[in-house]
């Protein structure tokens, strides 16, 4: 019988009869600005999983190393356990979001290069935004090349799912990852890759597609999500 390891906004994580396997159970509550609002998204697990199943398998194909297994109910994934990194690595492509408070820049506009950020995985502080030094010499959350080797892959991982959105009709705007380290303290992709973490606008007039509906209230948010999952099984 599995055991509930830990559970957090939006899965619950078992262990399996092998250490180095763990389930991931996604649930359809939701949560935005920092659990503050909470409420549930109508099949959002069902959702999520298979997303996040779809695109690491992508990922996968072209060399990036995931915790991806493989997906074993409809709202669960057999995950590779890794030690996790506490980093957010955000990626933008458009201006949105905090980067809009933060610079003045308006939304929507396109960025000339995709913008890499961290941010101190840490729900008591806000998950603050860090700079190099303070990854580096204060917190030491990893080396100089583990950085190094996040930005690269992060960059990576965004120009194949940018290429892939848009071939669902969509813009990826900007998107969360979080990093692990497996047994042989290699570098693995970890956590999800589903409307919950990644800003998906409608390439042909903007709409909105991801839980920015859910965080402002703009209504439709379970369609908005199956809209995704429909055309990401599409193109895959």
């Not at 549930?40 to 999520?48: C, H, P, S």
């Not at 919950?196 to 209504?219: H, P």
Request: aromatic share 8%; net charge negative.
């Amino acid at each position: 019988m599995r055991e509930k390891l830990y559970e957090g906004k939006a899965k619950i994580i078992y262990s399996t009869a092998d250490p180095a396997i763990i389930v991931a159970h996604f649930k359809n509550d939701a949560t935005a600005f920092n659990a503050q609002k909470k409420g549930t998204i109508a099949e959002k697990g069902v959702v999520n999983a298979t997303i996040s199943a779809r695109l690491f398998a992508l990922l996968e194909h072209t060399c990036i190393a995931t915790h991806y297994i493989d997906q074993i109910a409809p709202n669960e994934l057999r995950l590779r356990k890794l030690r996790m990194i506490l980093l957010e690595v955000v990626v933008r492509n458009i201006v949105a979001g905090s980067l809009v408070k933060r610079t003045g820049l308006a939304s929507g506009t396109l960025l000339d290069e995709p913008l890499i950020e961290f941010y101190y995985k840490d729900d008591s502080l806000g998950d603050p935004l860090l700079n190099d030094d303070h990854v580096l010499s204060v917190l030491k959350l990893v080396t100089a090349e583990q950085l190094a080797e996040l930005r690269r892959l992060a960059l990576q991982i965004n120009q194949l799912l940018k290429d892939f959105y848009l071939r669902c009709g969509i813009s990826l705007v900007d998107f969360k990852l979080e990093f692990g380290f497996d047994g042989a303290d290699q570098i693995q992709l970890g956590d999800e890759l589903s409307p919950d973490n990644c800003r998906l606008w409608n390439l042909e007039d903007g709409r909105i597609l991801d839980k920015d509906r859910f965080r402002f209230d703009l209504g439709s948010v379970d369609a908005a999500y199956q809209e995704v999952l429909q055309r990401v099984e599409s193109a895959t």
